[in-house]
């Protein structure tokens, strides 16, 4: 990925490396030591390091064979003396608020692992994903690694590259007997909620996972259109239990965008708001319906319009909401959504995130 001989964490976006970025939020979290697992070409990582001064000790481990992130972190075993996160740099979070937040969670409910999950579609075959209403749910955004029902519904979120760990999860570690074949990280997560309470915190913002050039690219012709816009706003796809989606029929006036269309709930940022507090008080104000667990799913441009669509739970039955706006509302199922006249963005975003 990138140039030609340059490892993947020494990868720029936007004038800063994925490494340099990665321990800048590490030290933003209070982290005391940073390890770096290298492989493949990690002399440059190494020279990398050595030219730099990021004000915190940093020390370097070499994991000899590809054999996944399970066995980078049995690499680096040796130098954890204390609960730590693993980290990988190929990832960037839109909200600088999410690893701390998360941090504190896992220091609160002190669980053996802490996951970090998004609501961001899941485009990789060996990703889990986990259903929000199949687990017990003890704080905003935070679920229970392991399932307690079969049912496997609600929000599908899935895991971002991160993970909070207590020091006693080196103690599961796989032997590594097997060096033919990649150790599955899922495995190693499972074999600790087996025997340890584990959590699943699910992110306000989104992260971008740079996996291919392709990705690159993406992302940097979008933020070149996001810096041109002018307003920002939200919206929000509401999903009960059983998968519906919660949508407002717009009224038929004349005067508006886009009368009688269906549309998601949302509306504008206020000026010193961000968009997870945004989305939450225009879907106070239009359905009477506090959002407590939620994450942002895309942004994108519209008219001009910075726009960010976020995800959420729907815990209310349909006659426990009350309708500010619009001439009704109504749940439907993905499959029903071709049938609708949506508002286009709206439909853009739904889209994206069903795939129908």
């Known amino acids: 990925m990138g140039e030609i001989g340059l490892p993947k964490a020494l990868i720029e976006i936007e004038g800063r490396t994925l490494l340099e970025r990665s321990i800048e939020s590490l030290k933003a979290i209070g982290v005391s030591k940073v390890i770096v697992v290298i492989g493949h070409l990690g002399d440059k990582i190494v020279e990398f390091l050595s030219g730099r001064d990021f004000g915190i000790d940093i020390k370097t481990a070499h994991q000899e064979q590809p054999l996944g992130l399970a066995h980078a972190i049995a690499t680096a075993a040796d130098q954890i003396d204390s609960d730590f996160v693993v980290l990988c740099p190929d990832n960037l979070y839109t909200d600088e608020t999410d690893l701390s937040r998360s941090r ?22 060996d990703r889990k994903s986990y259903f929000t209403s199949a687990r017990r749910n003890p704080d905003a955004n935070v679920y229970d690694y392991r399932s307690h029902t079969d049912n496997a519904s609600g929000l599908a979120i899935n895991s971002t590259g991160c993970v909070f760990f207590k020091r006693e999860a080196l103690d599961f570690l796989p032997s590594f007997s097997d060096v033919t074949r990649e150790h599955i990280f899922r495995d190693y997560l499972e074999t600790i909620a087996n025997q340890r309470e584990s959590l699943i915190y699910l992110l306000r913002g989104m992260r971008y996972d740079f996996s291919a050039p392709a990705d690159i690219d993406e992302y940097a012709k979008l933020k070149s ?10 919206s929000a796809i509401l999903i009960n239990k059983s998968g519906q989606i919660l949508m407002q029929q717009r009224d038929d006036n004349p005067a508006i965008r886009y009368p009688g269309h269906w549309s998601l709930f ?37 008219n001009n319009k910075r726009e960010f669509a976020f995800v959420g739970e729907l815990s209310a039955e349909l006659p426990e909401l009350t309708l500010a706006e619009g001439q009704g509302m109504n749940l439907f199922y993905p499959s029903q959504l071709p049938e609708l006249l949506i508002r286009p963005d709206d439909k853009e975003t739904l889209v994206e995130y069903f795939g129908v």
Do not use: H, Y
């Open 225 to 234: 259109t996001l810096d041109k816009t002018s307003g920002v706003g939200v």
């Open 266 to 302: 949302g509306g504008t940022v206020e000026d010193g708001e961000s968009p997870a507090t945004a989305v939450a008080r225009e879907v106070k104000e239009e359905i009477d319906f506090e959002m407590r667990n939620f994450g942002l799913f895309r942004e994108f441009v519209q």
């Open 104 to 125: 504190d969670v896992f220091n609160s409910l002190a669980p053996a692992f802490l996951l970090l999950a998004t609501v961001t579609p899941n485009k990789q075959r």
